[in-house]
Each structure stands twice: as C-alpha cells, then as structure tokens.
C-alpha cells in the first residue's frame, strides 16, 4: 500500500483519543452554538461549506513565502515576510470554520481531522516563530522554520483532502438524488392527518411529507449536511430539524434557517389528486 495511504489508514483505526476528541467536540459544539457564529463558519450564507474555501488563503501565502524564500534571492524578502504574515493571519478564521466542521464528525473522520488539526497548528507555530526570526534578524532561521511549516502543511492538506474526498466530510448528500419528473402518488390522503409527517418513496428517492392544513410539503428525506433522516427530525415554525446537527431547513421551500447545512435541501412539489398524495421535482422557474 502507498506509504501516505498505510499512515491515513493507521490514524483512522487509532483510538486511543476518542474520549478527549469527544469532549473538545461538545466544547466546540457549545462554542458555535450562537446561530450566527454556526451559520457563518458553516458557509451557510454563501450555499457552500466555508473551511475549503478559506484554506486557500494561508495555503496560498505560505506556498508563496516559500518559494520566495527558495529562489527569490534578496529583493524578494519584504514580500516573503508579508506572506508570511498573511498566511498567519487568515489561519485563525480558517481554524475557526474547520473546528466547526470538525465537530460534527464521528469516528474515522473525527479521528483524521484530529491530525489534521495538530498539523495545521504546527504549520502555524512554525511560521508564527518564522515571523519572529525575520524580524529580529535571523532570517536564515525565518527560512528554515518556513519550510518545515510548508512541508507539515502540506501533510495536514493532504488530509483535508482525504477527509473531503474519502471520508465524505461536507460533501452535499443529496447531490445525485433526483426525485421523479412526473406526479407520483407517495400515500393515500387519509394516512397522514394535519400537522404529521411521514417518510415515503417516490421513485429512487425518499421524500418527507408534511401535512399542514390543506397543504402538502414535501422535501427529500435525506440530511444535505451528513445524511441525517430528517423523518425523524423535530417541526417547528413551519421548519423541520434534522436530529444530528440541528440542520433547520424551511419545510416550504428546503432554505436553511440554521446551519451546519450549507446546501438547501431539495425540496418537491406536492398535491392531493383522486385521494392520493403525489409528488414530482420543482420545475426550474422560467
Ligand atoms: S446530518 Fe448534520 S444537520 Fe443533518
């Protein structure tokens, strides 16, 4: 096996941190409890989990200071030491948003983001102290500190990627799941009374039905964030949310109300025709 493949295989079975993981985690969850902060870091604004985006920020300067540093002679030294900086501050916010990512993973995940945490937090450490050896002369010091932060960051990149790419952290869970073209009967009209709600299949996909009044609501059952079933969710204020993260989406229409869900969940068209409950996917607006 790969050599790097065997080490990620080896943190993923690695347990002997799962208490203390799990109480940062909790303190974490606490931290970001405010609907503002969890919606902020979770990118919920903008339709697209923040963490990845904000990694190219401190990923892109170090990279940069780095190769300055290596074949950028002395006249590029002031713009190495200003990337160097900068690298070190957008870290702080790119460690706030994955730390939120970071919280709400079990397991195998949990256990790789761990290490990818500890990495990036070197990789910090070491050019924060890079900084400081610039600016107090020793710059061929500043250089060295550099470029072992460059190579631990590009290990805790490494598994960022892995967490997105194999351990589906963050990875939109209803993409794919495309529910039927053409009004398709779910349930007969009387099995769900007003103010109930109820899973059912309709074509390849599941769908959440939601009675409320003369109204029928219907949005995928699947949690867009992790995939939590969102038939066993709570209803609140015209809102169903999802019991693994609090995922609040609007049952109308699949908006996100409260984050961690960064992507809308799909949501369906719904009628009663000849006693049944039909559905079919929205039609894009003309
Ligand atoms: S699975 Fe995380 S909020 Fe639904």
Redesign the pocket.
């Known amino acids: 096996m790969n050599p790097l493949l065997a080490l990620v295989d080896a943190i993923e079975r690695f347990d002997r941190f799962d208490g203390v993981a799990s109480s940062v985690s909790k303190a974490v969850g606490w931290a970001v409890q405010p609907q503002f902060v969890r919606n902020l870091l979770s990118g919920t604004p903008i339709g697209h989990p923040l963490h990845p985006i904000m990694t190219d920020l401190p990923i892109g300067a170090w990279s940069m200071s780095t190769v300055l540093d290596t074949i950028g002679g002395k006249a590029s030294e002031p713009a190495a030491d200003l990337l160097v900086a900068v690298g070190i501050a957008t870290a702080i916010p790119t460690a706030a948003s994955g730390l939120n990512d970071w919280s709400?993973t079990t397991g195998k995940a949990r256990r790789v983001g761990t290490v990818h945490a500890v990495a990036n937090s070197t990789a910090l450490c070491l050019f924060t102290s890079s900084a400081v050896a610039r600016a107090t002369g020793s710059r061929s010091v500043g250089k060295a500190l550099g470029l072992a932060g460059f190579g631990i960051l590009m290990f805790g990149g490494f598994l960022g990627g892995h967490l997105s790419y194999s351990n589906a952290v963050n990875i939109n869970k209803t993409a794919g799941r495309i529910g039927p073209k053409e009004w398709t009967p779910v349930l007969a009209e009387s099995e769900l009374a007003d103010g109930e709600h109820r899973k059912v299949s309709a074509g390849k996909v599941t769908v959440l039905v939601y009675r409320t009044g003369s109204s029928i609501l219907a949005l995928d059952s699947v949690?867009s964030?992790?995939?939590?079933p969102l038939e066993e969710g709570k209803i609140d204020g015209g809102c169903v949310i999802?019991p693994?993260?609090?995922?609040t989406f609007r049952l109308e229409d699949g908006g996100i109300v409260r984050g961690?869900?960064s992507n809308r969940q799909p949501s369906y068209e719904a009628r009663v025709n000849d006693g049944q409950i039909e559905v079919r996917r929205r039609r894009a607006a003309s």
């Open positions: 709400d949690c964030h992790m995939g939590g999802c693994w993260h609090g995922s961690p869900a």
